[in-house]
């Protein structure tokens, strides 16, 4: 009964290609996001949907798409794949209030050759 | 804007030694304050968060962290280090004014040797 679940859990791909990554969540949370993990194990968060409405859109570039269907559904849509987006991507959710603590998927490695 | 400053990227420790790994925050407002671990390959797990019920916070596998508001520190210890317990750690601090935007730190990497 896995929490956080993403898919697939690894990519690798070539430069201009578009792929995606897909994350659900079986929780009941209002509020899911992206986070990007680069090679120094540094998060940054791009993106944060409430309930299907999104809420944070940090300085990504427009390559990146997210789409909600629903509140349990945050997918990931990156078009003109380049080296520069290898890294490892996080899903997560969490309640709506500040106080509430994330809960993350196990990350999709994304490998541009 | 929010930040937290994890001091010491890497940290080496015995096994059965005192743990502490130091992250300072800077927030103007109150801030609500946690810490992750990482295990390989794995995604983040909650150890504890501070949201002010108590300055003296006790989380999983027998870790704890203390909020001390003058000093700006939010620091993470375990009385007694485990082989287990070797993973990446990162702190985060979370409030008001950024959605519920969780702003992390860059980690420290703990390693415990026999």
């Known amino acids: 009964d896995t929490a956080v679940s993403q898919t697939p859990k690894y990519l690798v791909t070539q430069m201009g290609n578009d792929k995606s990554i897909k994350c659900e969540q079986n929780l009941g949370h209002d509020t899911m996001y992206w986070y990007k993990q680069d090679s120094k194990k540094f998060l940054k968060i791009m993106f944060s949907y409430n309930n299907k409405e999104l809420i944070i859109n940090e300085t990504v570039p427009n390559r990146f798409s997210p789409k909600s269907p629903d509140k349990a559904h945050l997918n990931l849509h990156i078009n003109s794949l380049e080296l520069g987006d290898s890294a490892v991507y996080f899903c997560a959710s969490s309640q709506a209030d500040y106080n509430s603590p994330l809960h993350f998927g196990n990350g999709t490695r994304l490998t541009v050759t | 804007a929010q930040s937290v400053t994890q001091l010491g990227s890497h940290v080496s420790v015995s096994e059965g030694a005192l743990v502490l790994l130091r992250c300072n925050y800077s927030s103007s407002v109150p801030p609500y304050l946690f810490w992750y671990v990482q295990y390989p390959n794995q995604g983040l797990q909650l150890l504890l968060k501070?949201?002010?019920?108590?300055?003296l916070v006790k989380g999983i596998n027998g870790f704890e962290a203390e909020f001390k508001k003058s000093e700006t520190s939010f620091h993470l210890t375990k009385p007694s280090a485990h082989m287990s317990d070797a993973a990446e750690y990162f702190c985060?601090?979370?409030?008001?004014?950024?959605?519920?935007?969780?702003?992390f730190g860059t980690g420290t990497q703990l390693k415990v040797e026999l």
């Open positions: 985060a601090v979370s409030g008001a004014g950024g959605g519920n935007k969780l702003t």
């Open positions: 501070y949201t002010s019920a108590a300055t």
